[in-house]
Every structure is written in structure tokens, then in C-alpha cells.
């Protein structure tokens, strides 16, 4: 379906329990790419990439899983969909592990922490999770695609409560404000 409608990568979920410790991580790891081989064969066949995302509550949520998961599973075709939402909000962190996955790195929310997305709060409050608008600068990160020449998509990110809703109430104030956090994401391109 994504290769007929134009699409170049799909965005999974590790559905590894983030509990996981030592070497029942790795069985769990090794047990997950297992069952990704018939998507992954099919992913080379039709040139397609598989980004895993993050999730909180995926063990490949923090950088050192990531990195064994991406160590474990050797086709090129799979990477990692980075969301610094699920991460430490410490840009200089990020920027490094960025630099570390380099090519791996199939994905990036520009999305930060904020206040959180998991309870209503005010619209200012929420907006606290696009870029430019929370405690997270985002000039190191930038600084860090542009060193591994990142060539695939950075989107402007946020879940507003309840899921399912406008981050804005009109198409326009929608676009107003995905349009400041990518000026927001230049100017930062620009300070690297």
C-alpha cells in the first residue's frame, strides 16, 4: 500500500516491552526481528525504509536500545523514527545520538516534551511541544542532521489532548503554527 500511493517508509512500533533487562533485552530483540523478516524482505524488494519509533513504552525508547536493536538487526532498510519527546530534553544528548545513529536515522519528530500530552491542559501549555515554543533548543540537533547530512523528513510534532483533535482550532491556525516551527527550525539550521 505505501509503495502504490508513493510512499518511501513505513513508521512501526518495536513492541518490545521497555521493562526488559540484559539478556532477555537481546532474546526479546532477536525474537521481534525474527518476525520482522517477511516485512523487511519485502521492504528491500520494493525499496522501502522502516523506521521504529521510540514509544515510551518500547524498549527501543531510550539511545543505548536503540542502538543494540540497530546493532542486532542488520538490514539497511531498517532505522529509527526519533521522537525526543520519549527521551531526556537535553539537546547536546540528542545531538550526539543523532550523530551516532547517523544513516540509521530514518525519521525525526521535531517534538518535544513540553508539559506532556497525556492530560488536558491549557492550549499555550500543550503547544509547549512544537518547536520553539518549550525549553528545548533544538540549534544542537539541527547542528547534528546537518553533520550526518540527514536527507529524509523532520516534522513538526505534537499531540494535543484529546488525541484525535486539531492542535488549533482552524485549518489556518493549524498551518500558522506548523509554518512558525519550521522558521523556528530553519533559524536554528542557520545558528549550526
Not at 526481528?33 to 518500547?58: F, M, Q
Not at 527501543?60 to 532505522?79: A, C, I
Not at 523528513?153 to 506548523?178: C, D, K, N, Y
Request: a positive charge; hydrophobic letters at 40%.
Amino acid at each position: 500500500v505505501a509503495k502504490k500511493f508513493g510512499g518511501t517508509m513505513l513508521i512501526a512500533n518495536a513492541g518490545i516491552n521497555k521493562k526488559v533487562k540484559g539478556d532477555a533485552a537481546k532474546k526479546a530483540v532477536a525474537q521481534y526481528i525474527e518476525r520482522l523478516k517477511p516485512v523487511i524482505a519485502r521492504a528491500e524488494e520494493l525499496d522501502l525504509l522502516i523506521g521504529v519509533e521510540n514509544h515510551s513504552g518500547s524498549f527501543v525508547n531510550q539511545p543505548e536500545n536503540q542502538t543494540l536493536f540497530l546493532d542486532m538487526v542488520k538490514s539497511e532498510r531498517v532505522g529509527i523514527a526519533l521522537a525526543p519527546y520519549h527521551i531526556d530534553q537535553d539537546s547536546k544528548m540528542l545531538a550526539a545520538h543523532i550523530e551516532k545513529l547517523g544513516d540509521r536515522l530514518f525519521h525525526f519528530y521535531a517534538w518535544q516534551h513540553g508539559m506532556g500530552c497525556m492530560k488536558k491542559l491549557p492550549k499555550e501549555q500543550e503547544l509547549l511541544q512544537m518547536p520553539g515554543r518549550g525549553d528545548l533548543d533544538f540549534t544542537p540537533i539541527a547542528a547534528a542532521l546537518k553533520k550526518i547530512k540527514y536527507s529524509h523528513w523532520v516534522q513538526p510534532f505534537m499531540h494535543p489532548v484529546p488525541r484525535g483533535i486539531p492542535i488549533l482550532p482552524t485549518a489556518s491556525e493549524v498551518s500558522a503554527e506548523i509554518n512558525r516551527a519550521q522558521k523556528y527550525l530553519e533559524k536554528c539550521l542557520k545558528r549550526s
